[in-house]
């Protein structure tokens, strides 16, 4: 008996005609359905396309266009002057012909000024101080330091125009958002350092005020100095009696935390501090430091709290021009230059103030 049995019914297979109209209308469905799908489809594939196609031409034009270069606000404080030169392409900071976010520098000076002492500008403008940006940039370059105006602000609206009138004029100024108030000097100093750290990469920054006589080449000769402590502190320093006398000049109001002498400390007029220095005032709370009433005493009680090294320097209060005085002023008459815009132009006029060589003879 064979194992299979091949039995041939005709009822149970499809005819010829039966299979190619059922494959006829399965194929119209299925046409119909790959209708629908590939609608929707190509819809969605050419608006890729067209987005594609739209974002390349944009990123093109992206490329090829400068981007704008920006002003150099920083917190609440402007350079005056980094704006000025970032408004026209013409105008570069850098040998690549760009504008650094934060430049590297030897030094950064921020010579201190207010609103009545536009006459002391003026006097520094004649004589060792440039008058116009390209003058400053020019001195910058040459000696690695940049110079500003530093200035706060004040709730008088004419003050404010006139200010705004010589900042359009000059565009020396480095401006910070703290009450123009000879009573918060600490607090315009903190903010200053705080501003000149950010918007600057200096190995050095040097708090000036308007009233001293100074040689830049003299003072980048100083800076660049070779030192083994990255905290210093450089300026004439001094120590003498607290004053807790209400009546009597430089009254201390908190003399009682200091004692009868004060700490080691620079002259106000003018001191430098280290960028490791700076750096750390930077990252400072402002309440976390304690504001003394005068502006020398504080900035000395914070360098004995960062144990910094005090570098004592008298060339920097020369009270008569030399061959080496770096910074000329009327130490100990007066807490700068007496009578600072008339003596001034009268130093300027002295040849050994002016024109003397950087360094003295023997050690050229």
Known sequence: MPLFSHRHNSSALPTSTTTNSSYSAKDQKLHKLNSKISLPI???????????????????????????????????????????????????????????DRPKLLGFVGIQTGFGSADRRAAL??????????????????????FRFVIGKS?????????????????????????EEYLKLPYKTLAYFKAAFLHFEADYYVKADDDIYLRPDRLATLLAKERSNPLTYIGCMKKGPVITDPKMKWYE?????IGNEYFLHAYGPIYVLS???????????????????????????????????HEDNR?????????????????????????????MKELHNISMCSKSPTLPPDDR
Not at 162 to 167: D, G, R, S, T, V
Not at 279 to 285: F, H, N, T
Request: charged share 20%; with cysteine; hydrophobic share 45%.
């Open 275 to 309: 960028a490791n220095v700076v750096a750390s005032l930077a990252a400072a709370r402002n309440n976390s430091l304690r504001m003394f009433s005068n502006e020398d005493v504080t900035i000395g009680s914070w360098m004995l709290a960062m144990n910094v090294h």
């Open 125 to 146: 403008r004649s004589t060792w101080f440039p008058s116009d940006p390209d003058g400053l940039l020019r001195l910058e370059q040459a000696t690695g330091i940049a």
């Open 155 to 179: 709730e008088d609206a004419k003050k404010m125009a006139q200010l705004e009138k010589e900042i359009d004029k000059y565009r020396d100024f480095m401006l910070i958002d703290v009450q």
């Open 42 to 100: 190509l819809l969605f594939s050419l608006l890729s396309i067209f987005f594609g196609l739209a974002g390349i031409i944009f990123a093109v034009n992206a490329v090829r266009r400068p981007s704008p270069l920006p002003v150099y606000r920083c917190g609440r404080s402007e350079d005056t002057f980094r704006a000025f030169y970032s408004l026209s392409d013409s105008r570069k900071l850098h040998d690549n012909g760009a504008l650094l």
């Open 253 to 257: 109001k908190s003399g009682h935390l």
């Open 315 to 343: 060339a920097i209060c020369d009270p008569r021009c030399t061959s080496t005085s770096i910074a000329v002023w009327d130490i100990p008459k007066c807490s700068g230059l007496c009578n600072p815009a008339f003596r």
